[in-house]
Nanobody, 124 residues
Framework: QVQLVESGGGLVQAGGSLRLSCAASGRTFSNYAMGWFRQAPGKARVIVAAINWSGSNTYYADSVKGRFTISRDNAKNTMYLQMNSLKPEDTAAYYC?????????????????WGQGTQVTVSS
């Protein structure tokens, strides 16, 4: 089992920045590819970014490319999402997830463990 806990969400004005963290415990963190998803009210949960086991390879949804940066620190068992130039359309609950594989994946069904989520609200 892997336990995931997100933090760092909050209310920010458009153009601002937030840094989300996902702390993992339970199993060897470096055995897992990781991802960030988000879900806005009334919408499906979608991939935001994903990262392979070592942090050397990443994926970004088109909607966040150039604004968000995913990273991980395996020594600290923690993954991050740096979000810059935030827009109102980035408002959502953000979830981190872990997949029992080394390469990043983008489909939610391929992830095995999920955090409880952290709310990000961007005001215009």
């Amino acid at each position: 089992q892997v336990q995931l806990v997100e933090s760092g969400g909050g209310l920010v004005q458009a153009g601002g920045s937030l840094r989300l963290s996902c702390a993992a415990s339970g199993r060897t963190f470096s055995n897992y590819a990781m991802g960030w998803f988000r879900q806005a009210p009334g919408k499906a949960r979608v991939i935001v970014a994903a990262i392979n086991w070592s942090g050397s390879n990443t994926y970004y949804a088109d909607s966040v490319k150039g604004r968000f940066t995913i990273s991980r620190d395996n020594a600290k068992n923690t993954m991050y999402l740096q979000m810059n130039s935030l827009k109102p359309e980035d408002t959502a609950a953000y979830y981190c997830a872990a997949a029992r594989r080394t390469a990043w994946v983008i489909r939610s069904v391929e992830y095995d463990y999920w955090g409880q989520g952290t709310q990000v609200t961007v005001s215009s």
